[in-house]
Protein backbone atom coordinates (compact mmCIF):
# COMPACT_ATOMS: atom_id res chain seq x y z
CA UNK A 1 0.00 0.00 0.00
CA UNK A 2 1.75 3.26 -0.66
CA UNK A 3 1.54 6.36 0.99
CA UNK A 4 2.17 9.76 0.11
CA UNK A 5 2.74 12.91 1.90
CA UNK A 6 1.18 15.73 0.01
CA UNK A 7 2.27 19.74 1.05
CA UNK A 8 -1.13 21.42 -0.27
CA UNK A 9 -2.03 25.08 -1.49
CA UNK A 10 1.75 25.67 -1.59
CA UNK A 11 3.92 25.71 -4.89
CA UNK A 12 7.06 24.53 -2.28
CA UNK A 13 8.21 22.01 -0.12
CA UNK A 14 7.69 22.26 3.75
CA UNK A 15 4.93 24.84 3.03
CA UNK A 16 0.73 24.81 2.90
CA UNK A 17 -1.14 21.95 4.00
CA UNK A 18 0.34 18.38 4.31
CA UNK A 19 -1.52 15.84 3.94
CA UNK A 20 -1.10 12.04 4.03
CA UNK A 21 -2.77 10.61 0.89
CA UNK A 22 -3.76 6.46 0.03
CA UNK A 23 -4.97 5.37 -2.78
CA UNK A 24 -6.82 1.94 -2.24
CA UNK A 25 -8.61 -0.71 -4.30
CA UNK A 26 -11.46 -0.52 -0.87
CA UNK A 27 -11.97 1.29 2.36
CA UNK A 28 -11.07 -1.14 5.10
CA UNK A 29 -12.97 -1.18 8.25
CA UNK A 30 -12.42 2.45 10.03
CA UNK A 31 -10.76 1.49 12.70
CA UNK A 32 -7.73 0.69 10.08
CA UNK A 33 -8.35 4.21 8.53
CA UNK A 34 -8.25 5.97 11.99
CA UNK A 35 -5.30 4.00 12.98
CA UNK A 36 -3.41 4.68 9.97
CA UNK A 37 -4.19 8.49 9.97
CA UNK A 38 -3.05 8.90 13.74
CA UNK A 39 0.41 7.43 12.53
CA UNK A 40 0.87 9.52 9.73
CA UNK A 41 -0.41 12.62 12.39
CA UNK A 42 -1.16 15.55 9.97
CA UNK A 43 -4.32 17.61 9.90
CA UNK A 44 -6.04 15.05 7.21
CA UNK A 45 -5.13 11.28 5.78
CA UNK A 46 -7.28 10.99 2.98
CA UNK A 47 -8.20 7.81 1.56
CA UNK A 48 -9.53 7.16 -2.23
CA UNK A 49 -10.55 4.47 -4.54
CA UNK A 50 -11.93 3.93 -7.53
CA UNK A 51 -15.68 3.47 -8.45
CA UNK A 52 -16.98 2.00 -11.76
CA UNK A 53 -17.46 3.41 -14.59
CA UNK A 54 -20.69 5.84 -15.19
CA UNK A 55 -21.81 6.73 -12.09
CA UNK A 56 -21.74 9.94 -10.95
CA UNK A 57 -18.17 10.28 -9.40
CA UNK A 58 -14.60 8.93 -10.18
CA UNK A 59 -13.40 8.24 -6.79
CA UNK A 60 -14.50 7.21 -3.15
CA UNK A 61 -12.84 9.91 -0.65
CA UNK A 62 -12.58 9.86 2.88
CA UNK A 63 -10.61 12.00 5.32
CA UNK A 64 -9.87 11.82 8.80
CA UNK A 65 -7.96 13.55 11.12
CA UNK A 66 -5.34 11.80 14.12
CA UNK A 67 -8.48 11.49 15.98
CA UNK A 68 -11.85 11.58 13.94
CA UNK A 69 -13.31 11.87 10.80
CA UNK A 70 -14.62 14.94 8.84
CA UNK A 71 -17.03 15.76 6.39
CA UNK A 72 -15.05 17.72 4.72
CA UNK A 73 -11.30 18.85 4.24
CA UNK A 74 -10.21 21.12 1.10
CA UNK A 75 -6.56 20.54 1.35
CA UNK A 76 -6.34 16.50 1.77
CA UNK A 77 -8.88 16.56 -1.59
CA UNK A 78 -6.11 19.13 -3.33
CA UNK A 79 -3.59 16.49 -2.63
CA UNK A 80 -5.57 13.58 -3.31
CA UNK A 81 -6.42 15.32 -6.93
CA UNK A 82 -2.46 16.02 -7.10
CA UNK A 83 -1.66 12.44 -6.48
CA UNK A 84 -4.12 11.23 -8.90
CA UNK A 85 -2.88 13.40 -11.91
CA UNK A 86 0.95 13.50 -11.02
CA UNK A 87 0.95 9.58 -11.17
CA UNK A 88 -1.22 9.32 -14.16
CA UNK A 89 -4.14 7.32 -11.91
CA UNK A 90 -6.92 10.11 -12.87
CA UNK A 91 -6.36 12.38 -16.12
CA UNK A 92 -8.61 16.10 -16.65
CA UNK A 93 -11.66 16.44 -14.37
CA UNK A 94 -12.40 13.94 -11.04
CA UNK A 95 -14.99 13.60 -9.55
CA UNK A 96 -15.19 12.36 -5.83
CA UNK A 97 -17.91 11.18 -3.78
CA UNK A 98 -17.44 12.28 0.02
CA UNK A 99 -19.84 12.76 2.85
CA UNK A 100 -20.80 16.69 1.41
CA UNK A 101 -21.75 15.34 -1.62
CA UNK A 102 -19.92 14.95 -5.11
CA UNK A 103 -16.66 17.50 -5.09
CA UNK A 104 -14.79 18.09 -8.31
CA UNK A 105 -11.27 18.76 -8.98
CA UNK A 106 -10.18 20.42 -11.94
CA UNK A 107 -6.49 20.12 -13.32
CA UNK A 108 -5.26 23.43 -15.27
CA UNK A 109 -1.87 23.11 -17.52
CA UNK A 110 -0.14 25.82 -15.15
CA UNK A 111 -0.29 23.07 -12.20
CA UNK A 112 -2.94 24.54 -10.70
CA UNK A 113 -6.10 22.77 -9.65
CA UNK A 114 -9.90 23.83 -8.75
CA UNK A 115 -12.00 22.00 -6.16
CA UNK A 116 -15.60 22.53 -6.55
CA UNK A 117 -17.18 23.26 -3.05
CA UNK A 118 -20.51 23.68 -1.40
CA UNK A 119 -20.19 27.36 -0.19
CA UNK A 120 -20.90 27.54 3.46
CA UNK A 121 -23.99 29.22 4.45
CA UNK A 122 -23.11 31.89 7.24
CA UNK A 123 -25.78 32.96 10.01
CA UNK A 124 -24.81 35.79 12.27
CA UNK A 125 -24.02 34.43 15.58
CA UNK A 126 -23.83 36.19 19.15
CA UNK A 127 -20.24 36.42 20.71
CA UNK A 128 -19.71 33.68 22.89
CA UNK A 129 -18.95 34.54 26.74
CA UNK A 130 -15.42 34.08 27.43
CA UNK A 131 -14.29 33.51 23.49
CA UNK A 132 -12.55 36.82 23.92
CA UNK A 133 -10.12 35.05 26.55
CA UNK A 134 -9.76 32.02 25.18
CA UNK A 135 -9.18 33.16 21.79
CA UNK A 136 -6.84 36.48 22.82
CA UNK A 137 -8.06 39.01 20.64
CA UNK A 138 -11.93 40.59 21.07
CA UNK A 139 -14.14 39.71 17.78
CA UNK A 140 -16.04 42.51 16.32
CA UNK A 141 -18.44 39.96 15.03
CA UNK A 142 -19.79 35.87 14.57
CA UNK A 143 -21.02 33.76 12.22
CA UNK A 144 -22.07 30.05 12.31
CA UNK A 145 -20.67 28.21 8.66
CA UNK A 146 -23.04 25.60 8.77
CA UNK A 147 -22.98 21.91 9.38
CA UNK A 148 -20.67 20.89 6.92
CA UNK A 149 -17.76 23.13 8.34
CA UNK A 150 -18.92 23.32 12.01
CA UNK A 151 -16.94 26.37 12.69
CA UNK A 152 -17.32 29.43 14.29
CA UNK A 153 -16.23 32.53 11.96
CA UNK A 154 -14.71 35.95 13.54
CA UNK A 155 -13.81 38.87 12.36
CA UNK A 156 -10.96 40.36 14.21
CA UNK A 157 -9.96 44.00 14.31
CA UNK A 158 -6.73 44.07 11.68
CA UNK A 159 -4.18 41.77 10.24
CA UNK A 160 -1.72 42.06 12.97
CA UNK A 161 -4.39 40.85 15.43
CA UNK A 162 -4.66 37.75 13.70
CA UNK A 163 -1.45 37.36 13.09
CA UNK A 164 -0.76 37.65 16.71
CA UNK A 165 -2.72 35.01 18.47
CA UNK A 166 -1.71 32.94 20.93
CA UNK A 167 -5.24 30.81 22.07
CA UNK A 168 -5.95 28.54 24.54
CA UNK A 169 -6.76 25.69 22.30
CA UNK A 170 -8.36 23.77 25.40
CA UNK A 171 -11.09 26.57 26.17
CA UNK A 172 -11.34 27.21 22.73
CA UNK A 173 -13.12 23.69 22.17
CA UNK A 174 -16.42 24.75 23.81
CA UNK A 175 -17.48 27.32 21.41
CA UNK A 176 -18.05 25.50 18.07
CA UNK A 177 -18.24 21.81 16.79
CA UNK A 178 -14.81 21.92 15.12
CA UNK A 179 -13.11 25.20 15.88
CA UNK A 180 -12.45 28.69 15.30
CA UNK A 181 -11.75 30.32 11.95
CA UNK A 182 -10.67 34.16 13.03
CA UNK A 183 -10.02 36.78 10.24
CA UNK A 184 -9.44 39.75 9.03
CA UNK A 185 -9.25 42.29 5.77
CA UNK A 186 -5.11 42.76 4.74
CA UNK A 187 -3.41 45.47 5.43
CA UNK A 188 -1.67 46.17 2.33
CA UNK A 189 -3.59 44.15 -0.37
CA UNK A 190 -0.60 44.73 -2.99
CA UNK A 191 1.44 42.01 -1.39
CA UNK A 192 -0.56 39.71 -3.51
CA UNK A 193 -3.95 38.75 -0.99
CA UNK A 194 -7.55 40.19 0.20
CA UNK A 195 -7.61 38.73 3.70
CA UNK A 196 -5.84 36.61 6.55
CA UNK A 197 -7.10 33.85 8.46
CA UNK A 198 -5.93 31.23 11.18
CA UNK A 199 -7.84 28.13 12.18
CA UNK A 200 -8.05 26.24 15.40
CA UNK A 201 -9.52 22.72 15.29
CA UNK A 202 -9.12 21.35 19.22
CA UNK A 203 -12.31 19.45 18.80
CA UNK A 204 -10.99 16.83 15.92
CA UNK A 205 -7.18 17.11 17.02
CA UNK A 206 -5.59 19.87 15.61
CA UNK A 207 -4.63 22.86 17.78
CA UNK A 208 -3.95 25.13 14.58
CA UNK A 209 -4.64 23.77 11.00
CA UNK A 210 -1.61 25.13 8.40
CA UNK A 211 -4.31 25.63 5.58
CA UNK A 212 -7.89 24.87 5.45
CA UNK A 213 -9.57 24.56 2.21
CA UNK A 214 -13.16 24.05 3.84
CA UNK A 215 -12.76 27.32 6.01
CA UNK A 216 -12.02 29.45 2.91
CA UNK A 217 -16.09 28.08 2.03
CA UNK A 218 -17.16 30.26 4.50
CA UNK A 219 -14.57 32.73 4.31
CA UNK A 220 -15.04 33.46 0.35
CA UNK A 221 -18.52 34.55 0.63
CA UNK A 222 -17.75 36.85 3.63
CA UNK A 223 -15.05 38.27 2.19
CA UNK A 224 -16.88 38.67 -1.44
CA UNK A 225 -19.24 40.43 0.22
CA UNK A 226 -17.30 43.37 2.18
CA UNK A 227 -14.71 43.87 -0.47
CA UNK A 228 -16.80 43.52 -3.70
CA UNK A 229 -15.72 41.05 -5.97
CA UNK A 230 -16.09 37.23 -6.17
CA UNK A 231 -12.69 36.52 -6.92
CA UNK A 232 -9.99 37.22 -3.68
CA UNK A 233 -6.97 35.45 -2.70
CA UNK A 234 -6.99 34.48 0.96
CA UNK A 235 -3.60 33.48 2.98
CA UNK A 236 -4.06 31.98 5.84
CA UNK A 237 -1.25 33.34 8.49
CA UNK A 238 0.19 29.95 10.40
CA UNK A 239 3.91 29.35 11.16
CA UNK A 240 3.66 27.21 7.87
CA UNK A 241 1.55 29.98 5.73
CA UNK A 242 -0.39 29.16 2.43
CA UNK A 243 -2.48 30.98 -0.32
CA UNK A 244 -6.11 29.64 -1.19
CA UNK A 245 -7.99 31.46 -4.67
CA UNK A 246 -11.29 31.68 -4.03
CA UNK A 247 -14.56 32.39 -6.85
CA UNK A 248 -17.71 32.54 -5.28
CA UNK A 249 -20.65 31.59 -7.20
CA UNK A 250 -23.68 31.07 -5.53
CA UNK A 251 -23.74 27.83 -3.32
CA UNK A 252 -20.78 26.90 -5.04
CA UNK A 253 -17.08 27.75 -4.06
CA UNK A 254 -14.04 27.46 -6.24
CA UNK A 255 -10.49 26.94 -4.47
CA UNK A 256 -7.48 26.93 -6.48
CA UNK A 257 -4.00 26.00 -5.71
CA UNK A 258 -0.82 23.99 -5.82
CA UNK A 259 0.18 20.86 -4.61
CA UNK A 260 3.97 19.21 -3.84
CA UNK A 261 4.29 15.48 -2.82
CA UNK A 262 7.61 15.82 -0.54
CA UNK A 263 7.21 11.72 0.49
CA UNK A 264 6.47 8.56 -1.37
CA UNK A 265 6.81 5.69 0.58
CA UNK A 266 4.95 1.85 1.43
CA UNK A 267 2.80 1.15 4.57
CA UNK A 268 4.15 -1.78 5.96
CA UNK A 269 1.24 -2.22 9.17
Known amino acids: MRIRIVDAFTDRPF ?3 PAGVLLLDAFPDDDRLQNVAMEVN ?3 TA ?3 PLPEGGEADWALRWFTPAAEVAMCGHATLATAHVLHSTGTHEGRVRFATRSGVLVAEPHEDGSITLDFPTAPLTPADIPEGIADALGAEPGAA ?3 GPDV ?7 ADEKTVRALRPDHKALGAHSARGIIATARAEDPSRGYDYVSRCFFPNVGIDEDPVTGSAHTALAPYWSERLGRPGL ?3 QASPRSGRV ?3 LRGD ?3 LSGRAVTVIEGELLA
Open 15 to 17: AGN
Open 42 to 44: HAE
Open 47 to 49: FAH
Open 143 to 145: FDT
Open 150 to 156: GDLLLEL
Open 233 to 235: TGL
Open 245 to 247: RTQ
Open 252 to 254: RTL
